[in-house]
């Protein structure tokens, strides 16, 4: 990500010369008592220039993401955002600010997918078929009328008519029964209230072994350690860089040997051959370096992602860092140093930031989640920040909002520079959301359609 200066990688090289192995020493220049990172100083705003301190557009795009993420969690009651490593506050401090602003406090809409609760709140009124007995009336019998016997010698008389018996009474027609009354309609259920704005909800926490910042807003909370059982967001933006690992080298044998260095002057000699541990890694990760070519052993940065990962209960952890793949590693490393804004030799006495790029694939991996692993250029493009000029009619229609424009398109373009702080790596990993909520993310735009740029992950499955 930037050109080395000569002598700014090695001093000198050579054995017999006492030393310790750059993990050690970078851990108590940067993270010591007198560190670099800890002691009261401007920060390290005052050495170098991230993406943070290069434009508010930066934190803007970050607060969408964050809008997008509390939408596919279903907008909980209190969502975290923990930055790790969080120097003097600058990013949570410009995240307060564009979460309080207007066109990003309403949440926003859920992703296109329909509530959940929406069979619920729907119901069918039924109205059932009431059968209606219909009565018969009873049939009337005649009875036979028995006839007198006849007189002998006298004319038989006709016999009398019979009377027509009385015709018997039709039965009172049965009533109707009364009709059952309708059942009442279920009441509609009670609209859900809309959920408060996410400036209202976000807990904002800082991570950093430097005290507490004078002046920080007392919305933003500070400790050295990372908190449990986080919801929403883990965010490390420039902190695994500043995460001390150990350098080797192979030499003229073939043997992969650390490399030692003087925290007093930086001068490098040649250690004794790498551990267990590191050749594991360095088979898996590093492959096949040649003589002469250095290696920097990462497992360190992929066990402290794997620790802040796994404070995440659930949300997405997200590491922006400038970095390399495997078959893409830097023959001769990248360890450098800065100091008031200039990039200078690496030594490792406190007086300056030592730093060297991540190999983002293992720290992805370590991770343990699927993840999304693309450029900041993509990603800020994926969250509308895109770089473009205004047009120039907007010049001769209002002079001043076209000056505004074009300072914000610089400063994009600066942001998604593939060759400066564009050229970063965004990982983005998503943790305990099930199937739904992953749609939901992806749908509301998350970091763009096909954002996946491994397709690798812990459990071996196709993730794109």
Same mark, same amino acid.
């Given at each position: 990500m930037w050109p080395t200066p000569p002598g700014a990688r090695r001093v000198a090289y050579r054995d017999g010369v006492n030393g310790v192995g750059w993990r050690v020493a970078m851990e108590a220049a940067l993270y010591g008592p007198d560190g670099f990172?800890?002691?009261? @100083?401007?920060?390290? &705003?005052?050495h170098f220039r991230t993406s943070v301190h290069a434009s508010p557009l930066f934190a803007g795009a970050v607060a969408r993401l964050l809008h997008r993420v509390d939408s596919a969690?279903?907008?909980? !009651?209190?969502?975290?955002?923990?930055?790790? =490593?969080?120097?003097?506050?600058?990013?949570? $401090?410009?995240?307060? !600010?564009?979460?309080?602003?207007?066109?990003?406090?309403?949440?926003?809409?859920? +992703? %296109?997918? /329909? /509530?959940?609760?929406?069979?619920?709140?729907?119901?069918?009124?039924?109205?059932?078929?009431?059968?209606?007995?219909?009565?018969? &009336?009873? *049939?009337? @019998?005649?009875?036979?009328?028995?006839?007198?016997?006849?007189?002998?010698?006298?004319?038989? !008389?006709?016999?009398?008519?019979?009377?027509?018996?009385?015709?018997q009474a039709e039965p009172a027609p049965q009533a109707e029964p009364a009709p059952q009354a309708e059942p009442a309609p279920q009441a509609e259920p009670a609209p859900q209230a809309e959920p408060a704005p996410l400036i209202e909800r976000v807990r904002?926490?800082?991570?950093?072994?430097? *005290?507490?910042?004078?002046?920080?807003?007392?919305?933003?909370?500070?400790?050295?350690? #990372?908190?449990?059982?986080? $919801?929403?967001?883990?965010?490390?933006?420039?902190? #695994?860089?500043?995460?001390?690992?150990?350098?080797?080298?192979?030499?003229? !044998?073939?043997? #992969?040997?650390?490399? #030692?260095?003087?925290?007093?002057?930086?001068e490098e000699t040649a250690g004794p051959a790498v551990g267990a541990d590191d050749r594991v890694w360095c088979a898996r990760w590093w492959p096949d370096p040649r003589p002469g070519e250095r290696v920097e052993i990462g497992w360190t940065r992929d066990a402290a992602w794997s620790e802040a990962v796994g404070a995440l209960r659930k949300g997405? *952890?997200?590491?922006?860092?400038? &970095?390399?793949?495997? %078959?893409?590693?830097?023959?001769?490393?990248?360890?450098?140093?800065?100091?008031? &804004?200039?990039?200078?030799?690496?030594?490792?006495? =406190?007086? +300056?930031?030592?730093?060297?790029?991540?190999?983002?694939? *293992?720290?992805?991996?370590?991770? =343990?989640?699927?993840?999304?692993?693309?450029?900041?250029r993509e990603a800020l493009r994926a969250l509308g920040v895109d770089g473009a000029r205004p047009p120039l009619d907007l010049a001769a229609r209002d002079p001043a909002a076209y000056l505004r424009a074009l300072s914000g398109a610089g400063a994009a373009a600066e942001l998604t520079d593939p060759d400066g702080l564009g050229g970063h790596w965004w990982l983005l990993q998503s943790v305990g959301l099930g199937e739904n909520e992953r749609g939901r993310l992806r749908q509301s735009g998350g970091l763009g359609e096909g954002a996946v740029g491994l397709q690798e992950s812990a459990r071996g499955t196709m993730l794109g």
């Open positions: 990172f800890v002691r009261e @100083s401007p920060g390290p &705003g005052g969690l279903g907008h909980p !009651a209190v969502f975290d955002v923990v930055d790790v =490593g969080a120097g003097r506050g600058e990013l949570l $401090t410009a995240l307060l !600010a564009a979460l309080s602003s207007t066109d990003l406090s309403t949440p926003e809409p859920p +992703c %296109g997918q /329909p /509530p959940e609760n929406v069979a619920s709140a729907r119901y069918v009124a039924t109205h059932p078929v009431h059968g209606v007995g219909v009565a018969a &009336g009873a *049939a009337s @019998s005649q009875n036979d009328l028995e006839r007198a016997p006849r007189v002998e010698s006298a004319p038989q !008389a006709e016999p009398a008519p019979q009377a027509e018996p009385a015709p904002l926490v800082g991570v950093e072994k430097a *005290a507490r910042p004078d002046g920080l807003n007392a919305r933003i909370s500070w400790r050295s350690t #990372l908190p449990d059982q986080v $919801t929403g967001a883990i965010l490390a933006t420039e902190w #695994l860089d500043n995460v001390p690992l150990d350098a080797a080298e192979v030499d003229a !044998a073939g043997r #992969l040997r650390r490399v #030692l260095v003087d925290a007093g002057t930086g997405v *952890a997200l590491a922006v860092d400038y &970095g390399h793949r495997k %078959g893409e590693r830097p023959r001769h490393g990248t360890l450098t140093g800065f100091r008031g &804004g200039r990039q200078v030799a690496p030594v490792p006495d =406190g007086s +300056c930031d030592v730093t060297a790029h991540v190999a983002m694939d *293992a720290v992805a991996i370590a991770g =343990g989640w699927p993840y999304t692993l693309i450029t900041q």
